[in-house]
């Protein structure tokens, strides 16, 4: 008896470590220099008295500085720099944005976004909301908007009441709607950049609304695109022609931050979570971590980036701005979480060198965005037009008999990577890369094209082990080997 008690304590001990260790590994966030230096600040001894004034000043003080920073991200760059330049000429230092009310943690804030779809009418229409998860700051939950017919599927991102940010600020500042205000300008900040940041990788911002909450007024929620999360280990069991489109998807992304209209953007918190996948395409949704400063320098050793495996140095500027450092903290972000899992494995023999040399170049920062979008998109020219096949594909040691409007119902068999779980559902350029592809397959006796592509316009064809249930199907043209 005394024995199974043992064993029974032990393997909880064990299970509670394990899970504590699964944890660890799959949800420690990643390195954030500003969250770092606000956990620093907020440790220590709980108020007192005789601090807590001084505490509500530090509080408002964080509260105008995080609403500047929102207010500087919504002013054009050329103005905000025009205006800096008077100020230098008239002899002062550079003002903060002169519309900043006296008291911006009891204000709410009018975004001036422009025309934007949907809003509070929409969203007191919102059904079926789900809670999909949190971070340090936000909750997101999925919904669906009846007010326009056809129900449509949204994300919408608040603060999280009960997460750290505001958790920790209310422990430390007895202050609930201060604390509030202080996290929604982090919502405020990131709705202004989806905003401002117009591109196909960018989530897109259908609308926001202020309403009450929890005892708060004003509490803002964003009505933004609704994308599917990036699970990596899905991710890797897919053809390498999806992980291509979801790295090309990426460096289109950082070459647009690397030289958008607020000038280089840098995603302080680069990890795979911070992306969503819509209709295959990779999109940010997280940007309440970036920024647009790049960091100042008298010397090159002032330019050092650390990453778990790697560091650089990169050259101080003449400016005093470390060099390109937004651009390259996100390539490299890019090779370490994407690049080398994604981009060279089950590739086409051929294309497999520059695959390599474009991983160890951004690998190495040899490159700069500008260079690896240039030669990620040479390896799409190269898959897309076929030239990849040249001198790579061999003469068929069978002949094979087509039969127009024609399709083979099961004799299935499966292979990997398939578009289909149940069968071998592959792409091709054209019919001699899919006679390759059969012969390369012992079980395969026949194969169906179908009238679907890709997103390369790839042709996807079903590969089978026989031809026995053929029937007609006008959108599909069969081939079967021919035997002796």
């Not at 607020?262 to 949704?285: A, H, M, N, W």
């Not at 060099?323 to 060279?344: C, I």
Request: aromatic share 10%; hydrophobic share 35%.
């Amino acid at each position: 008896m005394k024995r199974r008690k043992l064993a029974a304590a032990a393997g909880f001990c064990l299970s509670f470590l394990l899970g504590t260790l699964l944890n660890v590994f799959f949800f420690i966030p990643a390195f954030d220099p500003q969250q770092q230096q606000q956990q620093k600040e907020e440790a220590g001894a709980p108020l007192s008295e005789g601090n807590e004034g001084l505490s509500r000043g530090d509080l408002a003080q964080q509260i105008r500085e995080r609403y500047e920073e929102v207010l500087r991200y919504r002013e054009p760059r050329a103005a905000r720099l025009e205006r800096r330049l008077m100020d230098l000429e008239r002899g002062r230092p550079p003002s903060s944005p002169s519309s900043a009310p006296a008291s911006p943690a009891a204000s709410r804030l009018e975004l001036s976004l422009g025309p934007l779809r949907l809003g509070c009418a929409d969203l007191r229409e919102a059904g079926e909301v789900r809670f999909l998860g949190s971070g340090y700051t936000k909750a997101v939950y999925k919904a669906a908007l009846h007010g326009h017919g056809r129900p449509r599927p949204v994300a919408l991102k608040a603060v999280d009441f009960s997460g750290h940010d505001v958790a920790r600020c209310a422990q430390l500042h007895r202050a609930p709607q201060d604390c509030y205000r202080l996290a929604s300008y982090k919502v405020l900040k990131e709705m202004v950049l989806l905003h401002r940041l117009r591109h196909p990788n960018v989530l897109q911002l259908y609308g926001y609304c202020y309403q009450d909450s929890n005892d708060i007024s004003d509490t803002l929620t964003a009505i933004t695109e609704l994308g599917s999360p990036l699970e990596m280990i899905q991710l890797l069991q897919t053809s390498w022609e999806d992980r291509f489109r979801i790295c090309f998807s990426l460096v289109q992304l950082l070459h647009y931050l690397a030289h958008s209209p607020l000038g280089s953007v840098t995603l302080l918190d680069f990890r795979p979570r911070q992306f969503v996948i819509v209709d295959g395409e990779l999109k940010v949704t997280d940007l309440d971590d970036a920024s647009t400063e790049e960091t100042s320098c008298t010397s090159s050793r002032d330019c050092f980036m650390e990453f778990p495996a790697r560091n650089f140095t990169l050259p101080c500027t003449v400016e005093g701005k470390c060099q390109n450092m937004n651009e390259k903290r996100n390539l490299y972000n890019a090779y370490r979480f994407f690049f080398t899992y994604l981009l060279p494995h089950s590739a086409p023999s051929s294309l497999r060198p520059m695959l390599d040399m474009i991983v160890n170049a951004t690998g190495e920062l040899h490159w700069g965005i500008d260079e690896t979008a240039a030669q990620l998109e040479k390896v799409l020219h190269l898959y897309k037009s076929g030239m990849y096949l040249q001198n790579t594909t061999q003469m068929p040691k069978s002949d094979y008999k087509k039969v127009p409007e024609a399709a083979i119902l099961d004799e299935n068999y499966r292979c990997w990577p398939s578009y289909h779980h149940k069968g071998c559902l592959l792409s091709v350029f054209d019919i001699n890369e899919a006679i390759e592809v059969c012969e390369s397959h012992s079980q395969c006796k026949a194969f169906v094209l179908t009238n679907q592509t890709t997103w390369t316009g790839r042709q996807l064809a079903f590969f089978k082990m026989g031809s026995t249930s053929m029937v007609s199907d006008r959108d599909k043209t069969t081939y079967v080997k021919v035997t002796d």
